[in-house]
C-alpha cells in the first residue's frame, strides 16, 4: 500500500513538472492560451474563424452567449458546436459561459433546459440538498452541452442595492461563511460533472453603486474586508482553481484608482502573495466600460497582464464597445512581449497556470 502511494506521488510531480515545462511551447501557443474571445453564430464550420482560431492555437477559450443557442433543435445543435470546436484541437479547448441560474441564465427552459433558480433564493432556503439541487441542475446542463467552464458561483456579498448584483438577486447571503460553504457545495457539484469554476468578482463587487459595464464602478466608500472572507475560505480548502477579476475601483486597497483588473497591488500583492492564490485568474469582460471608455486596448491588455491575470476576456457582447478578434489580441500581446514591454516570464508563469488548469492539476493551495 505505501509503495502504491509513493508510486502515486512520484507519478504526480512528474506530471506538474511536465506540466509547467514552457521551453518546447511556442510563444504563439503560450499566447493563445492567454485569450478568452466571444463567438458568433449558431453552428460551426471550418471556415469560420473562430474554428480556425481554434485550431491554429491562437484562442485557448471560446465564450457562448444565448445567442449562439438554435431555437430549432437547440441542444443537439449546441453539442454539435462544442464538440466540433473541442476537436478541433489536440489542447484541451476551455468553453465557457455564465449559467448561474436566475438572472443570469443562458440555458433556459425554452432551448428545453430544466430551470435554473437564482442564488440568491438558493441562499434564503440555505439547505444542503436543495443547494446540491440546484447546482447539480446547472453543471448536468452545462457537462451535457459540452461546456467546460462555467462563470460561476458567484462570492460576492448580497446587498439589495446594487444594481448588477444585489437587485438582480445573483449574491447568496450577506453571509460570507454563508456564501463560501454554499459556493463549496457548487464546485463540487460541477467537479463531478468535470465542470471547471470560476469564482466572481474579485476583490469585491457586491457593494457597488454603479454596474461596471456601463462606467468606472468606485466601492472605495463602501467596500468591508470580510468581502475577502469567501475567497480565503475556498482557498484555504484547494476549492478554487480560477478567479474573475472586478472592473471596480477600491482605493483601500490601491490608491492608485486602478481599476482592480489592471492593479498589480490587488491582483498580485493581495490575491497571490497575502491569500496565498496561485490559480488562474480571469478578467472580466476587458470590453465593458469600466476598462473600454477609461484605458486604451493596448495599455490595458499591457496593465492586466503585468498585475498578474492569466487570460483575458473579449466577449465582443458590449453594446457601443470596439470589437476585436483574436488575432487582434494575440498580435498585440505578442508586439508587446517581443519588444520587452511584458517580460516573458509572466507569459510563461500564466502559460503554466492555465494548463495546469485545463489538466485537473491544482496549484492554488496555500504553502
Not at 446587498?159 to 463540487?188: E, M, Q, W
Not at 485568474?281 to 473600454?292: E, L
Amino acid at each position: 500500500m505505501k509503495k502504491g502511494i509513493v508510486l502515486l506521488v512520484l507519478f504526480v510531480i512528474s506530471w506538474s513538472a511536465q506540466a509547467f515545462r514552457t521551453d518546447s511551447v511556442s510563444l504563439d501557443q503560450k499566447i493563445g492560451q492567454m485569450i478568452m474571445i466571444g463567438m458568433q453564430g449558431k453552428s460551426v464550420a471550418e471556415s469560420n474563424s473562430i474554428y480556425k482560431y481554434v485550431r491554429s492555437g491562437m484562442v485557448g477559450g471560446v465564450l457562448l452567449y444565448e445567442y449562439n443557442i438554435s431555437s430549432y433543435k437547440s441542444q443537439e445543435r449546441l453539442k454539435a458546436m462544442t464538440t466540433m470546436l473541442q476537436n478541433a484541437t489536440s489542447t484541451p479547448l476551455l468553453i465557457s459561459i455564465d449559467q448561474e441560474g436566475g438572472a443570469v441564465n443562458r440555458l433556459k427552459t425554452k432551448y428545453g433546459f430544466k430551470a435554473m433558480t437564482s442564488a440568491r433564493n438558493v441562499g434564503l432556503q440555505n439547505k444542503d440538498s436543495y443547494t446540491k439541487f440546484v447546482a447539480n441542475t446547472i453543471a448536468s446542463a452545462c457537462s451535457d452541452m459540452g461546456i467546460n467552464v462555467n462563470y460561476a458561483p458567484v462570492l460576492d456579498l448580497h446587498n439589495p442595492t446594487c444594481p448588477v448584483l444585489g437587485k438582480r438577486k445573483r449574491c447568496f447571503s450577506t453571509n460570507p461563511n454563508v456564501v463560501a460553504h454554499i459556493a463549496g457545495l457548487y464546485i463540487d457539484a460541477h467537479n463531478d460533472k468535470e465542470v471547471k469554476t470560476v469564482m466572481k468578482h474579485f476583490p469585491g463587487h457586491g457593494n457597488s453603486r454603479t454596474d461596471s459595464h456601463l462606467g468606472i464602478a468606485d466601492v472605495s466608500k463602501y467596500w468591508t474586508e470580510k468581502e475577502l472572507e469567501p475567497y480565503k475560505i475556498l482557498i484555504g480548502q484547494g476549492k478554487v482553481g480560477a478567479i474573475m477579476t472586478a472592473h471596480i475601483i477600491n482605493t483601500q486597497l490601491d490608491p492608485s484608482k486602478l481599476p482592480a483588473t489592471l492593479s498589480k497591488k490587488i491582483m498580485n500583492d493581495l490575491l497571490r502573495e497575502k491569500m496565498g492564490y496561485n490559480g488562474v485568474i480571469i478578467t472580466d469582460d476587458m470590453q465593458m466600460g469600466a476598462i473600454s471608455k477609461h484605458y486604451g486596448f493596448k495599455t490595458s491588455i499591457k496593465k492586466a497582464i503585468l498585475a498578474g491575470v492569466d487570460i483575458l476576456m473579449f466577449s465582443n457582447n458590449i453594446p457601443g464597445a470596439n470589437k476585436y478578434s483574436a488575432s487582434n489580441v494575440h498580435a498585440t500581446i505578442k508586439k508587446m512581449v517581443l519588444n520587452g514591454e511584458i517580460p516573458m516570464s509572466r507569459i510563461n508563469e500564466s502559460y503554466a497556470r492555465i494548463m495546469a488548469w485545463k489538466n485537473g492539476y491544482a496549484v492554488n493551495e496555500r504553502d
